[in-house]
């Protein structure tokens, strides 16, 4: 009986072990995990959702722009204080560095519990317009997940997508990111987000 | 009765049984015990102190609908404390989002002379160091904290700690649709994210990690 506790104890034990293993390195592989390579496509619209507090983006979209990748640029944003929507300054700051004002759209939208949410509204004013295909611009570590995610929103509705992210925005996040509050938290926060969309067919 | 007996005998006698009912009692147990300790988990998050008068009601950044912003401005106008902190970040495109939250608290009619903003409160601990200064440069002694109902145990851990010698109380924003529930929080979707990261958050500020 003692025998048989032990050998359970050592299972138990090696069991545990290796999931902490796991956990671990797991933790490590976060980047390459969340990170997908960035794919530029022409496009009928930029769609840029990479407006955060971390963002260089600003410099991403108006090069896109200028050579030609879309001819529209929509930003995406849900308000972060009171009536403060950050698409509109993205407009804005976009405007002063060349784009024509009729071409940039600060498109708001409601806070949602979850991504797939607000991706089935941007597809359904993307569809309203008429356009056809788009290049969504995001944060990188959203780029895997939120990349397959909205294709597949705007697969469905006859929506073409390609998914990037600002190198340097990219740069920034990998660079000493274990040590980084902001960036472990975005990192860990987006695995979770991952792992809890699987269950609520609402975000899926 | 006969069936009864005989079945709790073969229990006495078959190891096999035994093991089932253990099992069955075990499975029973958790299913039934799961939701009650996965509620006490949330209630726990949560800390609310009895109303006091302080030197300053403070707004704990970070709440994109503004609800504690609301809450501080409802306890100003009932006399808890003559003055409002309010927080935020700023963003790379020049505006921050304490100034917003600055301006909905004097729209509802806190004077701008009694508001006072923390800048740049990226996270809990780093709010609480930047509100101990303040606190001592205004020479303020103790405060009210009005963050989010699952936030507040943690917030009020991370300014006490940062805050040693002063008095704190917190009163946190209602719980209820939109804001957090700790109800079967498992059923939806948008509070077990928060709830999660509010565990995860624990673990972090108790073990001293990122900052």
């Given at each position: 009986?003692?025998?048989?506790?032990?050998?359970?104890?050592?299972?138990?034990?090696?069991?545990?072990?290796?999931?902490?293993?796991?956990?671990?390195?797991?933790?490590?592989?976060?980047?390459?995990?969340?990170?997908?390579?960035?794919?530029?496509?022409?496009?009928?619209?930029?769609?840029?959702?990479?407006?955060?507090?971390?963002?260089?983006?600003?410099?991403?979209?108006?090069?896109?722009?200028?050579?030609?990748?879309?001819?529209?640029?929509?930003?995406?944003?849900?308000?972060?204080?009171?009536?403060?929507?950050?698409?509109?300054?993205?407009?804005?700051?976009?405007?002063?560095?060349?784009?024509?004002?009729?071409?940039?759209?600060?498109?708001?939208?409601?806070?949602?519990?979850?991504?797939?949410?607000?991706?089935?509204?941007?597809?359904?004013?993307?569809?309203?317009?008429?356009?056809?295909?788009a290049l969504y611009v995001t944060d990188p570590e959203d780029s895997r997940y939120s990349g397959s995610l909205a294709?597949?929103?705007?697969?469905?509705?006859?929506?073409?997508?390609?998914?990037?992210?600002?190198?340097?925005?990219?740069?920034?996040?990998?660079?000493?990111?274990?040590?980084?509050?902001?960036?472990?938290?975005?990192?860990?926060?987006?695995?979770?987000?991952?792992?809890?969309?699987?269950?609520?067919?609402?975000?899926? | 009765?006969?069936?009864?007996?005989?079945?709790?005998?073969?229990?006495?006698?078959?190891?096999?049984?035994?093991?089932?009912?253990?099992?069955?009692?075990?499975?029973?147990?958790?299913?039934?015990?799961?939701?009650?300790?996965?509620?006490?988990?949330?209630?726990?998050?949560?800390?609310?102190?009895?109303?006091?008068?302080?030197?300053?009601?403070?707004?704990?950044?970070?709440?994109?609908?503004?609800?504690?912003?609301?809450?501080?401005?409802?306890?100003?106008?009932?006399?808890?404390?003559?003055?409002?902190?309010?927080?935020?970040?700023?963003?790379?495109?020049?505006?921050?989002?304490?100034?917003?939250?600055r301006r909905y608290v004097m729209s509802l009619g806190v004077?701008?002379?009694?508001?006072?903003?923390?800048?740049?409160?990226?996270?809990?601990?780093?709010?609480?160091?930047?509100?101990?200064?303040?606190?001592?440069?205004?020479?303020?002694?103790?405060?009210?904290?009005?963050?989010?109902?699952?936030?507040?145990?943690?917030?009020?851990?991370?300014?006490?700690?940062?805050?040693?010698?002063?008095?704190?109380?917190?009163?946190?924003?209602?719980?209820?649709?939109?804001?957090?529930?700790?109800?079967?929080?498992?059923?939806?979707?948008?509070?077990?994210?928060?709830?999660?990261?509010?565990?995860?958050?624990?673990?972090?500020?108790?073990?001293?990690?990122?900052?």
């Amino acid at each position: 009986m003692k025998k048989l506790r032990r050998k359970w104890a050592y299972r138990v034990l090696i069991s545990l072990g290796l999931l902490a293993v796991g956990c671990i390195a797991l933790f490590f592989a976060l980047p390459s995990l969340l990170i997908a390579p960035a794919s530029v496509a022409k496009s009928d619209v930029i769609l840029y959702g990479a407006i955060s507090k971390h963002s260089t983006a600003d410099k991403y979209i108006i090069d896109l722009y200028r050579q030609g990748a879309a001819r529209k640029i929509i930003c995406l944003s849900s308000q972060v204080s009171r009536d403060l929507y950050p698409g509109d300054y993205a407009r804005e700051s976009l405007i002063s560095q060349g784009a024509p004002a009729e071409d940039v759209i600060s498109l708001r939208l409601p806070i949602a519990p979850c991504g797939g949410v607000a991706l089935t509204k941007i597809a359904d004013f993307v569809k309203a317009n008429g356009w056809k295909s788009a290049l969504y611009v995001t944060d990188p570590e959203d780029s895997r997940y939120s990349g397959s995610l909205a294709r597949r929103f705007f697969e469905r509705e006859g929506i073409a997508l390609a998914v990037s992210y600002s190198p340097e925005d990219r740069e920034e996040l990998t660079r000493d990111w274990r040590r980084t509050h902001w960036k472990t938290q975005r990192m860990l926060g987006e695995a979770m987000i991952i792992i809890l969309d699987r269950f609520y067919s609402e975000c899926r | 009765m006969d069936t009864t007996l005989a079945s709790l005998r073969y229990l006495k006698q078959s190891k096999l049984a035994r093991w089932g009912a253990v099992a069955v009692a075990c499975l029973a147990a958790i299913y039934f015990l799961t939701p009650v300790l996965l509620n006490k988990a949330a209630v726990g998050l949560i800390r609310e102190d009895r109303p006091v008068k302080a030197d300053v009601i403070v707004a704990m950044a970070g709440d994109f609908r503004c609800n504690r912003e609301k809450r501080a401005a409802e306890l100003w106008r009932q006399g808890w404390a003559d003055n409002v902190v309010v927080g935020g970040v700023s963003y790379p495109w020049g505006f921050h989002t304490g100034e917003a939250a600055r301006r909905y608290v004097m729209s509802l009619g806190v004077p701008e002379e009694k508001i006072f903003m923390i800048c740049e409160t990226l996270n809990t601990r780093a709010e609480a160091k930047a509100l101990d200064d303040l606190m001592r440069e205004r020479g303020w002694n103790s405060a009210i904290i009005v963050t989010s109902a699952f936030h507040s145990r943690r917030a009020m851990y991370t300014v006490e700690k940062a805050a040693p010698g002063r008095s704190f109380y917190s009163s946190p924003v209602p719980t209820g649709s939109p804001e957090w529930t700790p109800r079967a929080w498992w059923s939806r979707r948008d509070d077990v994210y928060i709830t999660m990261r509010e565990f995860a958050s624990w673990a972090n500020t108790l073990v001293g990690g990122w900052q």
